[in-house]
């Protein structure tokens, strides 16, 4: 048994990763400023009395310090804005919840003694990829969003932190991650679109737009196998996602084949959904691949899997039209 | 005759940039909060009548709207923590100076319409690079240092806005620039160091560090070629430093020999001078060399060049000790 403490633990993938913890006997402790997690997130978790939950804004300075000690085993660091898509229209959001909040995560490791960070950073951060499928090494990239430049900034001081003071870091380059607990993204909001109306379907660009997706306990796999993997160094950088691609409009018809509906597609048009939006991620996995791990699920399985808890949680439906 | 803004304006850099700006016969607003600035360093800028200067600290939100508006030609946003040594001791230094320093200039421009920006970075963003020269498009780096983060951190934002709101940005990844108003490094310690006692010198690490440096006139000349070049896309990015490379002892020897001194020298060891220092760096620069830019001073040169401004100018001595 050993102690976890779990940043953004009401998360989509936070409270997936607090769970898993817990299945395998750790002791948990859980942050969240419930800005946008879910208290029914965590309802199983909070029957488990190796959990403990911290109501904890990481944007003050020292909020981690007195939950932090030497004996924490790792810091799953995964608050965070979760959204790529409203960079824009609040410029200082992922300074502040992406950068900001990673420095003082990482301040409160340095003064605690805790020494080991897992960090949850995005294929964003290789902008529009010179090279698919992209690979952690590929050329120093170009920031094309705010999202991919507040994950960039957070990886960078990681790794600082990891030379100046000696913490272990490994730092995971997620595609969309969907399944169970999914709370945002085009996944949702196609779904709770044809909830209200199963006649038309509103889609941002031209609908060929490719992305890669990545089931949740797949990804949560992946984590939990590179942090048993031999040989680390101080910084490991991995990938997560799947070999395959989908089109947004693959991605539809997935969605519409299991609500059982044929809506009228009305398109925005353009090879992007949103300014900063790529018009393709494919990601080489084949580091985390080669310590042996496999996604268990297809893109499209994963998609279908997402729709079907959405489904039996229409109440997600209004969260995500806020 | 244009209007451009300079952050840092009292810099040893940002100086001489209003300098070259005023010989241009232009218009310069020049910022700086004087934490590390000199205003010695403007006195001839003063007596310009097309040069005006603020007082303003940066790092607060809106410090720098009110002096911009669409008309500005180009932000010379070149105010930052300028020692790249100090990060371990001051962790949210960088942060604060480099990153958010930045984030606020760029909210400022966002706001007022300003368009182009320059930006200061530095070659530390690659780390310890795992090829030499280093290009612009090297593989994704890890941070080592601090200052390498914030710099890394404030090009992502630079990029992003540059992709999102639709500004011009040109940033330059310099190498240790020497020269007249040099204020701080290893030139200047170990001619302060000798100034006190010529018999003995402390080194740090083994002398062996594999270093570039660039003329500041050379750097100079270099940001104005590549802002005049034909054909630039929103985001360019330029390596910035002389082909060439000499040892930390080359420079001591130079150093001795323009002072006429020949000390003990006393290596404290080991590869590095302190924790994230590179034993070697040395850029590619055939990109700004493509436009047609050369540095007229060897390092060697601009090394001398250096000794001899310091000893014009001992007072720097006694900022240097502080």
């Known amino acids: 048994m050993a102690r976890y403490v779990v940043t953004g633990a009401a998360g989509f993938i936070g409270s997936a990763v607090v ?3 817990l299945a395998e006997q750790n002791e948990v402790v859980g942050v969240d400023n419930f800005s946008t997690g879910q208290p029914r997130f965590l309802e199983a978790a909070q029957q488990n009395p190796r959990f403990t939950l911290h109501r904890r804004d990481l944007l003050e300075a020292e909020a981690l310090t007195p939950i932090l000690s030497p004996d924490v ?8 804005s979760a959204d790529v898509r409203f960079g824009p229209e609040r410029p200082r959001r992922d300074l502040e919840q992406s950068t900001i909040v990673t420095s003082n995560v990482l301040e409160s490791m340095r003064k605690t003694g805790a020494r080991r960070i897992v960090f949850s950073s995005t294929g ?10 992209t690979p952690e090494t590929c050329p120093f990239p170009i920031q094309t969003s705010l999202y991919g430049a507040g994950k960039l900034a957070a990886e960078g001081l990681i790794q600082a932190y990891a030379e100046s003071f000696g913490l272990w870091a490994t730092i995971f380059r997620f595609v969309y991650i969907v399944g169970e607990r999914y709370q945002h993204g085009h996944v949702l909001d196609f779904a709770a679109q044809l ?6 379907l509103r889609v941002l660009g031209d609908g060929t737009q490719r992305k ?4 949740v306990q797949d990804c949560i796999d992946a984590m939990t196998t590179a942090l048993r993997a031999e040989g680390q160094k101080k910084v490991e950088i991995y990938n997560l996602g799947t070999d395959e691609i989908v089109t947004v409009n693959d991605s539809i018809d997935v969605i519409c084949q299991e609500l059982g509906v044929k809506p009228r597609r009305e398109y925005t048009g353009g090879d992007r959904g949103w300014v900063g939006d790529n018009p393709m991620i ?9 310590l042996g791990w496999r996604p268990r699920l297809t893109i499209r399985e994963a998609v279908r899997a997402t729709v079907r808890y959405l489904l039996e949680n229409p ?8």
Chains 1, 2 share one sequence.
């Open 282 to 290: 494919l990601l080489d996995c084949s580091k985390i691949r080669a």
């Open 315 to 322: 109440w997600l439906f209004s969260v995500a039209a806020t």
């Open 212 to 215: 890669s997706y990545l089931y």
């Open 73 to 80: 085993a790792v810091v799953f660091h995964l608050a965070a």
């Open 19 to 21: 769970d898993r913890l």
């Open 195 to 200: 909830a209200r109306d199963p006649t038309r």
């Open 124 to 133: 964003s951060v290789y902008g529009e990829a010179p090279l698919f499928p």
